[in-house]
């Protein structure tokens, strides 16, 4: 049974480029959570989706945006990248209305 | 506004004994609690739960109390093992946010 992944690994981009980070739930969920953990904090919530729609988001500037696929696995995107938006960005799923998320190993963005 | 405080960044504890760590939240609308560990280079891990109606959750070597009326839970490891060396991070939510509110974590070191 295949847990939550994510690509690439690491990432390296420059100030205003943008980013696409991908993520597959774990088999059987059907909602997707995306978190920033910065250096030294704990994970910071951006935002939901569940049946392709954003459910509710977290203090991000609209610079942030996502989407989720029909199989469940979801994209984020950063646009107009600034160097404070270098981080671990992490994705979990669940199921609808579990308290219990499962999270993948992340992506470390890098922005110079 | 941090609503889940861990308050000790670091905790070395030797190999067999009890491992105590805490954390404090300040949103009193916060019903269920979990603790995740991560290693370096991996997502967090869920390690176990608890729900506000409980005050107390075992899993094996694994116990989480709940102070409700002092907004505190602690996560007791005993006996401690080498393998428990990583970052522990507490956190929050409440029913039908599914958003989970971290703390900043805490690294235990087990010394053998």
């Known amino acids: 049974d295949a847990g939550v992944t994510q690509s690439p690994t690491h990432l390296i981009k420059t100030r205003g480029q943008q980013v696409t980070l991908r993520c597959s739930p774990k088999?059987?969920?059907?909602?997707v959570s995306w978190y920033q953990q910065a250096l030294g904090q704990g994970p910071q919530f951006i935002f939901q989706?569940?049946?392709?729609?954003?459910?509710q988001r977290g203090n991000f500037p609209d610079r942030f945006s996502g989407h989720q696929f029909p199989n469940y696995s979801s994209e984020l995107n950063v646009n107009a990248l600034l160097l404070g938006d270098s981080a671990l960005y992490l994705c979990?799923?669940?199921?609808?209305?579990?308290?219990?998320?499962?999270f993948g190993p992340g992506t470390r963005l890098t922005v110079t | 506004d941090q609503q889940v405080k861990q308050n000790s960044p670091s905790l070395s504890v030797q190999e067999g004994r009890i491992s105590i760590l805490n954390c404090d939240y300040t949103?009193?609308?916060?019903?269920?609690f979990l603790w995740y560990k991560k290693y370096p280079a991996e997502g967090p891990t869920f390690l176990i739960s608890?729900?506000?109606?409980?005050d107390k959750n075992e899993d094996g070597r694994f116990t989480v109390f709940l102070n409700k009326s002092a907004k505190h839970l602690s996560l007791h490891i005993v006996p401690s093992q080498p393998g428990d060396s990583a970052v522990y991070f507490c956190?929050?939510?409440?029913?039908?946010?599914?958003?989970?509110?971290f703390g900043t974590g805490t690294r235990l070191t087990i010394i053998p």
């Open positions: 979990a799923s669940s199921f609808l209305g579990a308290y219990e998320q499962y």
């Open positions: 949103n009193s609308m916060f019903d269920y």
């Open positions: 956190a929050a939510d409440n029913f039908g946010n599914e958003k989970l509110t």
């Open positions: 088999s059987g969920h059907d909602t």
């Open positions: 608890i729900s506000s109606i409980k």
């Open positions: 989706y569940y049946e392709e729609e954003e459910r």
